[in-house]
């Protein structure tokens, strides 16, 4: 609190005889002043009575009290000193996300009201020698002054404490995160109970996993990118009745999102998370790439989601930006997920056939695809390709001289475009 402007007004009140006979006159007024006080801030700041908080009218009630008793004790002559009842009043609105702005304006209503009184009590009390003028202007800048320093101080101490409180909520937000997207023993106490003060554990929830990320991969390791990443995924989620939890994990801008399944047992389910949550995602700008898991029941079954929208994003791409789990083609998942592990047992002829299929110019591995579409009827894929059918079975018959499968077979077909295609996958 800055004491030296406010200690010059006091001795001001004093040379003009106030101080310190002027703290009785306000004490005699306080409880009408305190009241007066309160409706005018009421009436001036509707955030005030707007609030659905039971607290907030009866703590500003007493923290007038509070500032009208400093004054007078101020006003008897004592020095300023720590107010820390400015202080708790301040950590309360910013614990309650009272908007500080409310309590600066609350500030000047204050300011306006004792201004009037500590000037009534002044005249009261002066000796008649000396100038009303006089009186009137050191009874303003007392008030000026003891108004500017709380002022000051409550917007310090509401600003830190804003800034604590984030923090700890970020603290909190990761840890939630990690518990629940890397899983958790259910004999595990304080993640159960850290799980169920944060409503995760509640009954007749559904749960979904998001990741998203930039088209450009490289952009997720550049911070104020990720940062922005982060910010659109939550704008968009927060505008359903859900709720979010978003954070960067693995380079990944990850949201876990839970919605309620059913009302109670007696009543039909709702729509699926995931389908509720697409066609919003899908308002994300072009530049992201995002992948979303199917519903679970649970939060032990988070860990599974994770996976899965991992899986989805890999399928994600410019023209369908948005990839839920479900809608995957289960060849292609058989693919993507099988192939890192068999790529090592691939057969010989694989590296023949890929050799020969670049000579090519990808046609024999083209055919091979365009016969599987066309239901594995040669003169539908030769219109296809735009190619004569004798050319088509040249190529097959090319396939078969190379690997040694026939490709005109099911089970030849599928063999190679499965070989192939894990072979060509990307790691």
């Given at each position: 609190m800055t004491t030296s402007p406010l200690i010059n007004a006091i001795r001001g009140l004093r040379k003009l005889g106030v101080v310190p006979s002027v703290a009785a006159a306000l004490k005699e007024r306080a409880d009408s002043l305190s009241t007066a006080l309160l409706e005018s801030i009421l009436d001036g700041v509707t955030a005030f009575t707007a609030s659905g908080n039971p607290d907030i009218v009866p703590e500003l009630q007493a923290h007038l009290n509070d500032h009208l008793e400093e004054a007078a004790r101020l006003l008897a002559g004592h020095a300023p000193g720590d107010i820390a009842f400015v202080r708790e009043h301040a950590h309360r609105r910013a614990e309650q996300k009272f908007p500080l702005d409310a309590v600066l304006a609350s500030y000047r209503g204050i300011h306006r009201q004792l201004a009037d009184a500590i000037r009534d009590a002044a005249m009261q009390v002066a000796d008649d020698s000396a100038e009303l003028r006089r009186v009137v202007a050191a009874a303003n800048d007392f008030a000026n002054e003891y108004?500017?320093?709380?002022?000051?101080?409550?917007?310090?101490?509401?600003?830190?404490?804003?800034?604590?409180?984030?923090?700890?909520?970020?603290?909190?937000?990761?840890?939630?995160?990690?518990?629940?997207?890397?899983?958790?023993?259910?004999?595990?106490?304080?993640?159960?109970?850290?799980?169920?003060?944060?409503?995760?554990?509640?009954?007749?929830?559904?749960?979904?996993?998001?990741?998203?990320?930039?088209?450009?991969?490289?952009?997720?390791?550049?911070?104020?990118?990720?940062?922005?990443?982060?910010?659109?995924?939550?704008?968009?989620?927060?505008?359903?009745?859900?709720?979010?939890?978003?954070?960067?994990?693995?380079?990944?801008?990850?949201?876990?999102?839970?919605?309620?399944?059913?009302?109670?047992?007696?009543?039909?389910?709702?729509?699926?998370?995931?389908?509720?949550?697409?066609?919003?995602?899908?308002?994300?700008?072009?530049?992201?790439?995002?992948?979303?898991?199917?519903?679970?029941?649970?939060?032990?079954?988070?860990?599974?989601?994770?996976?899965?929208?991992?899986?989805?994003?890999?399928?994600a791409r410019v023209d369908e930006r948005v990839m839920p789990y479900a809608r995957i083609p289960f060849r292609d998942m058989l693919v993507r997920v099988a192939s890192e592990k068999v790529r090592p047992a691939l057969p010989d002829w694989v590296g023949g056939f890929l050799v020969a299929d670049r000579k090519s110019r990808g046609a024999l591995s083209a055919t091979l695809h365009a016969y599987a579409d066309n239901d594995m009827n040669a003169l539908k894929t030769a219109k296809a390709l735009s190619l004569h059918p004798n050319t088509v079975y040249a190529r097959m018959q090319k396939i078969k001289d190379i690997t040694d499968r026939d490709p005109l077979t099911y089970n030849a077909l599928t063999e190679l475009l499965l070989a192939i295609d894990c072979a060509i996958l990307d790691p």
């Open positions: 108004i500017s320093a709380i002022s000051t101080l409550i917007t310090a101490e509401y600003v830190l404490q804003t800034r604590v409180l984030a923090e700890a909520e970020g603290d909190q937000r990761s840890e939630l995160m990690s518990i629940l997207l890397r899983g958790y023993d259910e004999s595990d106490s304080r993640a159960a109970q850290l799980l169920r003060r944060a409503g995760y554990l509640e009954q007749r929830q559904s749960y979904c996993v998001v990741v998203a990320r930039s088209v450009d991969p490289r952009e997720m390791d550049n911070a104020p990118r990720a940062q922005r990443m982060v910010d659109s995924v939550t704008r968009t989620l927060q505008k359903l009745p859900i709720r979010v939890l978003v954070g960067v994990n693995d380079k990944l801008v990850t949201a876990v999102l839970s919605g309620t399944r059913r009302l109670s047992g007696w009543t039909a389910p709702q729509s699926l998370l995931a389908d509720r949550v697409y066609p919003q995602l899908r308002t994300i700008g072009p530049a992201a790439l995002i992948g979303m898991s199917t519903d679970k029941p649970s939060t032990t079954h988070i860990p599974a989601a994770l996976h899965e929208a991992k899986l989805a994003l890999d399928f």
